[in-house]
């Protein structure tokens, strides 16, 4: 799977109230969430971002709360993945389960705002069209691939059932 | 080699007995409130899931945007009545019932020493202080628990904190916590799981305990931590007093509670030891919990609003010591003062002792149990330029209402005293 777009940069820790804030957390709604992304830290996010187009930030992206709408506000806006230095732990695992593709990267700081990415999950190479760079990911773990493989964890579920992980995680 | 307590529990559930980079676990509780279980019953819905795995190990707790702040909130309460109804979900809890989950569960008995939680919130790590592997997941990692009972883990390392050193007067468990944080930052336990001990933890009430493992999530971590000791087993029998029949149980399994400590020779990845005798009270400046300064250095800082409450500071140990302070008192002239004991349990003990008169009368608005002030969901909103001080857990931009308002973290000492000066000080200024 390849996914391309352009670059929204953001910086260091920024939570979930920043990609979503707590008033609209009644809705369940991906496009409304969407629409609201980012409103406190940059009002005119939502209205700016393409379809396709991909985060880029820095360290402990989505910390905070645990809530869900986060990714899907991120998903509902249109973006195609995120990329960051590291992600919280709560976010990381709901970007799993939702599918919403992320990606842990070191070389953050050589990406600009507005560069253009063409991301190669399958084969965990990312490349600058801007810049004419590569950078190589490391692989997800087998266990995340497989969740990733079906489209997020419900479908996982439903596809393998509850034994699930009876073998190794290699 | 040993396991620390995390592993222990972690192990005792893994689905494949074993423990592995990445686990399925088997899960003995798992929670959602008004926020995260609506999405979670749409995503078991959708899923076209029938039934859940224990109609008893399965909770709903309605405290985020209760008692209902418009349609929107009263309708997806309703929406959980309902799913609870239908799929005979036993532990459904209305705000009224309730109160703050996490105050809650641990009143209730409805989550034990031991026992691997899961809940749809980030505090949900509060739950540690009594030796419970709990941390928090989406809502979706919920609806697969409700259905599976199971839970997928990336296995944790853990930093053990050892706190040394007579704690000083006004210093309590958030000061400690808040310190911490400073001390490694909001992604210094990235992944990982805080494990708090040492002597000066032993000299800590529960409630103080309960405030650390709570803001475990601040820094990053998977979950916060303490091992089972004397202190955990009064507190659980002192709560038994309270609940009655089935609810109730017995701590009849000692040896199961005697186990529930990391081993001697257990590995960490870290080991901070922190001298807490000089420590002052703290405070989290605007916008991470990591900005800590002492109390005393931000005299300076005017203040709109205060907050005593939530899932960090809203048990009565916390009313207590702000009572002690305001008692006789009355708080600045033009201050909103909001206190919100965290569980109806909690507002009747206060009520008991004295201490709701006491802040009526230092002219508090003594609201009900509801997490709404501290996230800007309700009860409390702040407007642009507006600055609060909080006994809650995050001062991010916009937390508790306008991106261009400010909040400060404390404990209730310090949100007490200076709500009777109208800016931030140490306690002493106000009881010398």
Not at chain 2, 155 to 172: D, H, M, N, R
Not at chain 2, 246 to 271: H, M, T, V
């Amino acid at each position: 799977m390849v996914i391309k777009g352009k670059v929204h940069k953001f910086g260091d820790n920024i939570n979930t109230d920043d990609i979503i804030a707590a008033k609209y957390l009644d809705s369940q709604d991906e496009a409304f969430l969407g629409s609201k992304c980012m409103e406190n830290i940059a009002p005119n996010f939502s209205k700016e971002v393409e379809k396709g187009d991909i985060i880029v930030a820095g360290r402990n992206f989505g910390s905070g709360s645990s809530r869900e709408h986060a990714p899907l506000s991120i998903k509902g806006c249109g973006v195609s993945a995120v990329i960051a230095r590291s992600f919280a732990r709560i976010f990381f695992r709901n970007a799993i389960n939702i599918g919403l593709p992320i990606i842990e990267l070191l070389e953050i700081d050589n990406i600009s705002e507005a560069d253009i990415l063409e991301i190669d999950l399958s084969h965990s190479i990312i490349r600058n069209l801007s810049k004419d760079v590569t950078y190589t990911t490391h692989k997800y773990p087998y266990f995340l691939q497989e969740i990733i493989k079906y489209g997020g964890l419900i479908n996982w579920i439903k596809t393998k059932g509850g034994g699930a992980n009876e073998g190794s995680d290699r | 080699m040993g396991l620390t307590l995390i592993e222990k529990i972690l192990l005792r559930h893994s689905v494949s007995k074993k423990l592995e980079d990445f686990i399925y676990a088997n899960v003995d509780f798992c929670f959602g409130n008004d926020i995260t279980a609506p999405l979670a019953a749409k995503a078991f819905l959708k899923a076209g899931f029938d039934s859940v795995f224990d109609t008893r190990k399965v909770g709903f707790m309605c405290d985020h945007f209760l008692p209902a702040r418009d349609f929107k909130a009263a309708n997806n309460a309703k929406l959980l009545g309902d799913f609870s109804r239908k799929f005979k979900i036993k532990n459904f809890f209305d705000i009224g019932q309730c109160g703050v989950e996490h105050v809650f569960l641990i009143e209730q008995n409805l989550v034990k020493p031991g026992q691997l939680v899961i809940g749809a919130d980030s505090h949900t790590c509060t739950l540690g202080a009594i030796g419970t592997a709990a941390f928090g997941v989406g809502s979706t990692d919920l609806a697969v628990a409700m259905k599976e009972g199971k839970v997928w883990v990336r296995l944790p390392s853990t930093i053990k904190f050892v706190y040394k050193g007579k704690i000083g007067k006004w210093v309590s468990g958030k000061d400690i916590i808040l310190y911490t944080i400073g001390k490694i930052g909001v992604d210094g336990a990235l992944y990982k799981v805080m494990e708090f001990c040492g002597p000066a933890m032993k000299k800590l009430g529960m409630d103080d305990r309960l405030t650390m493992t709570n803001m475990a999530v601040e820094a990053a971590a998977m979950t916060g931590i303490v091992q089972v000791d004397e202190l955990t087993v009064k507190y659980l029998r002192q709560n038994q007093k309270f609940l009655s029949g089935r609810q109730a149980g017995k701590i009849k399994n000692q040896k199961l509670l005697k186990s529930l400590k990391s081993d001697k020779d257990a590995s960490y990845e870290n080991i901070m030891e922190i001298d807490v005798s000089k420590l002052e009270p703290q405070v989290a400046c605007p916008h991470l919990p990591s900005k800590v300064r002492p109390a005393r250095s931000l005299g300076g800082t005017k203040i709109h609003q205060v907050f005593i409450g939530s899932c960090t500071n809203g048990r009565i140990s916390d009313l207590r010591i702000a009572a002690r302070i305001l008692r006789g008192k009355y708080i600045k002239r033009g201050l909103r003062v909001i206190v919100s004991p965290a569980t109806p349990r909690v507002y009747r003990q206060a009520a008991r002792e004295g201490l709701i008169r006491i802040f009526v009368e230092a002219g508090c608005i003594v609201g009900p149990a509801t997490c709404g002030p501290c996230l800007g969901g309700h009860m409390g909103i702040l407007d642009k330029g507006e600055v609060a001080l909080a006994t809650t857990n995050r001062n991010f931009i916009g937390r508790m209402g306008h991106p261009e308002s400010f909040v400060y973290l404390s404990g209730p000492a310090v949100a007490a005293a200076s709500a009777i000066k109208g800016r931030i000080v140490h306690p002493e200024e106000v009881t010398r």
